[in-house]
T-cell receptor, first 116, second 113 residues
Framework: NAGVMQNPRHLVRRRGQEARLRCSPM?????VYWYRQLPEEGLKFMVY????????ESGMPKERFSAEFPKEGPSILRIQQVVRGDSAAYFC??????????????FGPGTRLTVL | KQEVTQIPAALSVPEGENLVLNCSFT??????LQWFRQDPGKGLTSLLL?????REQTSGRLNASLDKSSGRSTLYIAASQPGDSATYLC????????????FGTGTLLAVQP
């Protein structure tokens, strides 16, 4: 059973461009989470999604950031008009979404975004 | 505000020593607490998960304890090895509709051979 997959692993963008980060959850997992790790800081929650639904986006910046988890295909974190402050490691996690029991999150290797 | 704090921020020990990493959280109404390991430039590896009803969990040379009343967890590493060198992260999941984890800033551990 393959783990959580993220691509690309490294992404370089110039200011003003768009960044698209992809996350394929583990097989059988229907819940996806995105976290961001800024340089010298801890991981911060961004958004929690289930298939075709955003459950909690309390950690998402108000502008330029969006996320989706379509019925088919990977989850996408999209950053429009990137700025240097967006440079960070973006981690995706998935969980099976089992109610009433430990719903452990399994993390992917991350995408390291560098904005020039 | 729900916050997670880890001390020390960095720790260097000689190989073979036993060591303790600390994690504290401000709100005791947690659902569970998880310890992760992060190697440089890599993702997170889950080490131990403690449910709110549990006092400790053990895996090999690792033992994690949880004291909800005091808002603290410790990760005990026995007989440390150079391969244990990494950043150790504590993350808390609170109850409610969201499953988000709140992370501490981590402890950078260096085990000297």
């Amino acid at each position: 059973n393959a783990g959580v997959m993220q691509n690309p692993r490294h992404l370089v963008r110039r200011r003003g461009q768009e960044a698209r980060l992809r996350c394929s959850p583990m097989k059988g997992h229907s819940h996806v989470y995105w976290y961001r790790q800024l340089p010298e800081e801890g991981l911060k929650f961004m958004v929690y999604l289930q298939k075709e639904n955003i459950i909690d986006e309390s950690g998402m910046p108000k502008e330029r950031f969006s996320a989706e988890f379509p019925k088919e295909g990977p989850s996408i974190l999209r950053i429009q008009q990137v700025v240097r402050g967006d440079s960070a490691a973006y981690f995706c996690a998935s969980s099976p979404g089992l109610a009433g029991v430990t719903d452990t999150q399994y993390f992917g290797p991350g995408t390291r975004l560098t904005v020039l | 505000k729900q916050e997670v704090t880890q001390i020390p921020a960095a720790l260097s020990v000689p190989e073979g020593e036993n060591l303790v990493l600390n994690c504290s959280f401000t709100d005791s109404a947690i659902y569970n607490l998880q310890w992760f390991r992060q190697d440089p430039g890599k993702g997170l590896t889950s080490l131990l998960l403690i449910q709110s009803s549990q006092r400790e969990q053990t895996s090999g040379r690792l033992n994690a304890s949880l004291d909800k009343s005091s808002g603290r967890s410790t990760l005990y590493i026995a007989a440390s090895q150079p391969g244990d060198s990494a950043t150790y992260l504590c993350a808390v999941r609170y109850g409610g509709a969201t499953n988000k984890l709140i992370f501490g800033t981590g402890t950078l551990l260096a085990v000297q051979p």
